[in-house]
């Protein structure tokens, strides 16, 4: 099995490729150990001294390193981590159980406003930042500002303010005179 790594804007995540659907029913994010308790894939990645966070995308697997790890010392047990859980044949997740989504918060009068919003997001913003082996997803709109939570390589990029500001609020703002601002959430 050879498997891709790739370079995300955030230099503290790597993208690794397995060549395989790594999960299919949308993106899952693991913050911690304790997260990683229903996926044997996550948990075998976090066993790795230095890992900070893991993120299951279609295809890929982001890794988040914590500051003081350099990835020379780090990237080939994570490589051998992910090679060992696939030929094992192991499941990716113990159960199919969706993992909680965080709570959409807008007031019902702005439901079709909501609606563009998410439209927008899934067919021109999650394509792009998932190349980058992360996610945003909707999470409120509130007084024309639009808050977005960002995961996987997304979460902590240095670049994320500017995909924020520049790209997805000049889109949003393009299509939906009514939103003024987006902001990013936890």
């Known amino acids: 099995m050879f498997i891709q790594t790739e370079a995300t804007p955030n230099p503290a995540t790597l993208k690794f490729l397995p060549g395989k659907v ?6 899952l994010e693991f913050t911690s150990e304790e997260d ?3 996926s044997p894939l996550a948990q075998a990645i976090f066993a790795v001294p230095g890992v900070e966070g893991v993120f299951f995308g279609y295809d890929f ?3 988040t390193k914590t500051e003081e790890t350099n990835w020379p010392h780090v990237k080939p047990a994570i490589l051998g ?3 060992e859980h696939f030929v094992s044949g192991m499941p990716v997740m113990l159960s199919d159980e969706p993992a909680a989504a965080g709570e959409e918060e807008f007031d019902e009068a702005d439901a ?3 609606a563009t919003i998410k439209e927008l997001l899934e067919t021109r913003v999650r394509p792009a930042v998932a190349q980058d082996g992360g996610d945003i997803t909707f999470r409120k709109f509130k007084d024309g500002v639009v808050y977005l939570n960002m ?3 997304c979460a902590g990029c240095p670049s994320s303010t500017a995909t924020l500001r520049h790209g997805i609020q000049n889109l949003l703002k393009h299509f ?3 939103v003024q601002e987006v902001r990013a959430v936890a």
């Open 22 to 27: 790594v999960w299919a029913d949308g993106p």
């Open 81 to 83: 981590a992910i090679m």
């Open 112 to 114: 079709e406003t909501v």
């Open 36 to 38: 990683a308790e229903r």
């Open 61 to 63: 697997v982001t890794v």
């Open 151 to 153: 995961r996987g390589a």
């Open 176 to 178: 939906l005179p009514d």
